[in-house]
């Protein structure tokens, strides 16, 4: 058969894939074990955005994918897809979670103190080059705190609405099965609290940055001040068809609550994640401070910052152009030469 | 209440890769879009191992339909060895263990990126189309909330006025592919990026279409028999790339969508789109006795 | 490579009712066979907990309580199963749905007998021209009322079940009771 070699195009894309694969080489498990063990941060950043939490599969997709990001949490969310759904934890309270760094940007000190936790924020970024020469950097040793600071603390919007300063939105009270889930239900406008929550939770970490620091930057109505950001673990609780409940163990999470005057009071903005990610937490949390009232089609109206922000759906769409297109291109040359071969019409006077 | 009572015995991979739960999903919003012909239906649409805009909304729909006896065609720009099809085809053999075939006549489902074939489909055959951007009013409104209203109220003004003005200033109508066209006199909706000349191919069709948009979360459907009318004012007809002239120059078909092959010498080449309608015609060329389906287009022109 | 994976008893089944609604539905009128007689299949194939169900029919109850989906009145029913109607005012309680969202319009079960009864004349989408069909087993009155209550695209849309045969009447037929 001359016309068209059908080996040919299947042929193709095998040896490419190939190739690809063969860059990396093997993968053993001792390489997933060395890249969880290396990058916590970045595994954390893949959980999120996949909306799964697994720090072994999170480090095998990174391993297959060579740290193609995107394709790392297109890997996750596709087997998470896969994956049946046994049960429903029970919400977290702030107050529960098991609280690692907790700093305010609003008060000097709050209730339970500043707790600085692990962070690079006052580091001087410094590469350590000498490792390259063959001088392992071991870091000095944590001296630990005479007091420990309290694990457990509730949020400071809590003693802000205790004081009448900021309204908080009633306590959802919806349970289980039926909250609503972004991964089975579509996304429309105006959108479910907890389909905005999830969206964010799962956006992808630059473009959140990109459309929360243009709101910071004035796109959006509200600045920010950081009310409160936290690292911590949440024990995730789950109940056993018998009525017993008990912890199936801990996730690491963050959030951030951000605050505006708002007239006479505090308007909040608020977002989560799996993982410890401060960046997405914060510019997450601007977009909803900035959401409500938006104008329709600006950066901070919340159809178009949860679109912008999904970053397997916008990847995806970029690298489509990359596909034939050949139909579409033909169909436009057409209409162009026509137009062109026939003289404009002036339009009547 | 027993664990197995509430439980499947454990596979690697659900039949079709999607779990019994998308697929009733799907299910659900496939009676609606083909109960409400053109109109858009929301859906979950879920990840599967691709990327968005790759066809996953096609996928789908596909996934949802397969079944082992299932004899499948996949094609990108009329071509079914183009290297996104190929890949679209190999996932559903491996994940369905349906039969593929090149053959227009042989399918008894078509998974398509911006082609409908040249040959005509029957009813016992469905059409999927894969689609990127599932509204037709994106140019003139890109919120999706306000151009559901719009289609809320049958508010086509804007479409109409935007027509109106390429008029105006070119003389013609400008829109290449995706042409908007209304379905069953009420929704307008995008055919997907086909060219204009398969948009008739819709129009009162013997096949059921399905148009899946899986990174938008769409879903819509052109039953059999249901007008398909692309928008265009009374004055000015409808027109079609003008292909109709145009002779394949490897096989010799003559009166199909080409593809154009710019030559060293400044000239074009055109090779028909539809590939496997081009090798019937080359083995029936050489003499083969195989079966070449009727063509909607006859002479270059479509009957009306 | 895995090999392809096997569809089980439930697959092929819900796969199979799901072809005849979906080729009932795109042809109105037209009856097409199930795998299997009665709702069983259908509840099989297209609910779970995601949807909200009314079962005019008791005997259904425990069928869709297995599937997860919550039995709700008929007016907040986004399937809901009528059984063999004798009350005409249920139909008024369908969920139309809205212009914004026709798809909230509720998908309708109900039996009836095909091949007796009021004789009918389809047209609309997948009508190819008009199509004649006898369907009985229904209150007087009932086309009527259908036509009354839909405001296209706002409406719900019929499956008529006799035994294992389907037909489809989706909100977009027009009916005359001939």
Known sequence: MAYVATRGGERAIEQSERLFREAMGPIEAARVAEIRAAMPYLIDRVMGEASLYDEDLAALALAQTGGELYEAVLLLRAWRTTQPRLGVAAAVEQGDLFTHRRISAAFKDIPGGQVLGPTLDYSHRVLETDVLAGKPFDPPKVDPADNPAPAFQPSVSAWQAANDLVDLPKPDTTKGEAIPDVTREPLLFPSKRAHTLQSLARAETGSVLALGYAAMRGYGQAHPTVNELRLAEAEVMVTHPSGTAFSAGRVKVSQ?????????????????????????????????????????????????????TEGVEASGFCIHFKLPHYVTFQSSLDAMRDARAKPVKEPAE | MTLASLTKPWAPMSYGFLDASAKRELRRKMIKAVCVPGCQ??????????????????????LTLIHPQMRVKVIDQGADDSVNAASIRRFLARVSGAP???DTLEADLIQSRHRIPEEILREDQVLVLQVPNPEPLRSVQPNMSIARQMHGDADYGRMWLQLYEQIVRSGRVMQGASYPSMVNGRHVM?????????????????????????????????PPYTRVEPLVF?????RVEEHGGLTCYRSGAKGFFMNEIPQGDGSSA?????????????????????????????NGEMPQ | ?????????????????????????????????LPEAGEGVLIEALLDRECQVYAGDPLLIPLIGQTGARLVDIARADHVFLGRLTDLSLLGHCA??????????????????????????????????????????????????????????????????DGDRIIGLPRSTSIEVL
């Open chain 2, 100 to 102: 593929a075939t090149l």
């Open chain 1, 256 to 308: 951030a609550e951000v605050v505006s005057k708002q007239g006479e009071t505090l308007g909040l903005g608020f977002a989560a994640t799996f993982g410890w990610n401060e960046v997405k937490c914060i510019a997450a949390a601007t977009l909803d401070l900035n959401a409500k009232g938006a104008p329709k089609g600006s950066a901070t109206e919340e159809e178009f910052f949860l679109y912008h």
């Open chain 2, 270 to 298: 055109y090779e028909v789109s539809d590939s496997e309608y081009g090798v019937k015609a080359i083995r029936t060329r050489d003499g083969e006795a195989i079966e070449t389906g009727e063509t909607w287009y006859k």
């Open chain 2, 41 to 62: 239906m929301p859906y979950a649409s879920r990840e599967v191992p691709m990327a968005r805009g790759w066809g996953t909304g096609g996928l789908q729909v596909s």
């Open chain 3, 1 to 33: 490579m895995l090999s392809p994976p096997l569809p089980d008893a439930a697959e092929t089944r819900a796969n199979a009712t799901f072809d005849a609604i979906l080729w009932a539905l795109s042809r109105p009128g037209l009856p097409r066979a």
């Open chain 2, 190 to 222: 995008t055919p997907s990026p086909i060219p204009r000349w398969d948009v008739p191919k819709l129009h009162m069709a013997q096949h059921l279409t399905i148009l899946s948009a899986g990174r938008e979360k769409r879903i819509f459907a052109v």
């Open chain 3, 96 to 161: 139309v749905g809205s212009d914004l969202y026709p798809d909230d319009g509720a998908t309708v079960v109900l039996r009836a007998s095909l091949g007796s009864g009021d004789s009918l004349r389809l047209t609309g989408p997948g009508v190819n021209g008009a199509v004649e069909v006898q369907i009985g087993g229904l209150p007087g009155g009932f086309w009527h009322r259908r036509a009354e209550l839909l405001r296209y695209p706002m409406g719900f849309d019929l499956l008529v079940l």
């Open chain 2, 234 to 238: 009374d004055d000015v007809p409808y």
